[in-house]
């Protein structure tokens, strides 16, 4: 089983940047594909990008493509991802997940075993 603590959320103005992280325990995160995700009131939880396990695969969202950069360190146990040329409309809490068992990046949120608890991104027009 693995924990996952999301951090680096906060407010942005519009075209501004963040770099969220998630940090994750136990010694077996290198066997993980990661995701992150996002949800905003009203609306269902949507895929933004996913990272294989060594890193050098990676997957995003039409919608984050080439604004958003998903990677990982695995000696640190974390993952990352770096928020460029914010749009209003990137308002969201922001999970990562684990998948423990996929041999290929899912854009399923069903596809993941475990969740963090979520850290907020707002982009102020």
């Known amino acids: 089983q693995v924990q996952l603590v999301e951090s680096g959320g906060g407010l942005v103005q519009a075209g501004g940047s963040l770099r969220l992280s998630c940090a994750a325990s136990?010694?077996?995160?290198?066997?993980?594909?990661m995701g992150w995700f996002r949800q905003s009131p009203g609306k269902e939880r949507e895929f933004v990008a996913a990272?294989?396990?060594?890193?050098?695969?990676?997957y995003y969202a039409d919608s984050v493509k080439g604004r958003f950069t998903m990677s990982r360190d695995n000696v640190k146990n974390t993952v990352y991802l770096q928020m460029n040329s914010l749009k209003p409309e990137d308002t969201a809490v922001y999970y990562c997940?684990?998948?423990?068992?996929?041999?290929?990046?899912?854009?399923?949120?069903?596809?993941?075993?475990?969740w963090g608890q979520g850290t907020q991104v707002t982009v102020s027009s």
């Open positions: 997940a684990a998948d423990r068992s996929s041999g290929y990046l899912s854009r399923l949120s069903r596809q993941y075993n475990y």
């Open positions: 136990g010694r077996t995160f290198s066997t993980y594909n």
């Open positions: 990272i294989s396990r060594s890193g050098d695969t990676t």
